[in-house]
């Protein structure tokens, strides 16, 4: 068990929501840290249905004088126990986790999501951080950040091979999320092209057999699963003629490994590239949200092809970070950082590279990247030299 950086939910007396994709660590950090917390698993088919076909049921399984937090595994397998939940946080002051993997079901049933008396926060997977000296670059490009993967009983690429398919199984076919499972397996793989690069929606249609709205479709429930996110283009202020597709990635790299088709006409570069710059996504992802930083991500990028990877935007201030594979940085590497640094000269700008010591480009740094994603709170904290306070973990 790692130490993770998410806490401050505990230190509080509200209930709260925890989301977060499957296999994140969600129930044994609370198993962890709630020794007496009384778990209410749904997907324990007798607590399954019991609840289901009466959700009042809910208060005869907490004891009348229980003081203590109870945790409701992957609520939304039944939304309608959140209006049972809300009436006994108001009526018997009862303190409720609510644990998920999935907001697709409550958001498409307009269920209540407890007005206001609930907080809302996110698992994922393990970030360097929180591995300290067991965390190994290679490893986590090659089989992700999820715990599982790092347990020495455990093989890893079957551990992703069968992850995949329980989502397959449980969460898109018992849930009857799509029509055609196989045309949503396909576009698993197909989206996996497209891993840190523009969303071309119709290209993907094409390759699927499927119309485009499906495909739309397909996304969203990718992203209401936790499984990925779409990045808008940073926009704002802009002095330059900039693209309008976002860029998509699934949101652990292993994931990403596992789906993507590897043949005798792929190289090896073709997925290691997006895994390198997914990588730092999951963990910008991360340490933004366990920290709250409050940063929005972004990336940029100009019609004539100059890119930053990632653009992060908030009260906070404002930083650009590229990410590069090569040991060595040369002008090319810089040119996108010194169009965006021209157009913004207060942003703070960071290279992440495959070298092994700091550089310095004029204002911008160089950093290995192994060395700045375990020094990730501290880059993304340090603003034009002030240190901000840290809120949470």
Known sequence: MYRRLLAKPLEGKKSFFLFGPRGTGKTSWLKENLPEGLFLDLLNQETFFTLLTNPHHLENLIPADFQGWVVIDEVQKIPELLNEVHRLIESKRIRFILTGSSARTLKRRGVNLLAGRALYYKMFPLTAVELGSDFHIETALKFGQLPTV?????????????YIHVYLREEVMQEGLVRNVGAFARFLQIASFSQGSLLNIAEIAREVSVERKTIEEYFQITEDLLLSSRIPVFSKRAKRKLVTHCKFYYFDVGVYRTLRPMGPFDSPEEAEGPALESLVFQEIQAINSYYELGYDIYFWRT????????????????????????????????????AFQADYP??????????????YFDRIEAIPIA???QSLPQLLEEIEGQICTKSSG
């Open 150 to 162: 790092h347990d020495p009983d455990v093989k890893p690429a079957d551990y992703l091979n069968a």
């Open 371 to 373: 060395e700045a994603l």
């Open 303 to 338: 019609a004539d092809k100059l890119e930053v990877d990632f653009v992060l935007y908030g009260a906070k201030g404002l930083i650009g970070i590229e990410v590069k594979r090569s040991k060595k940085i040369d002008a090319n590497d810089l040119k996108a950082l010194k």
């Open 346 to 359: 207060i942003a703070k700008l960071y290279i992440f590279y495959g070298g092994n010591q700091r550089q």
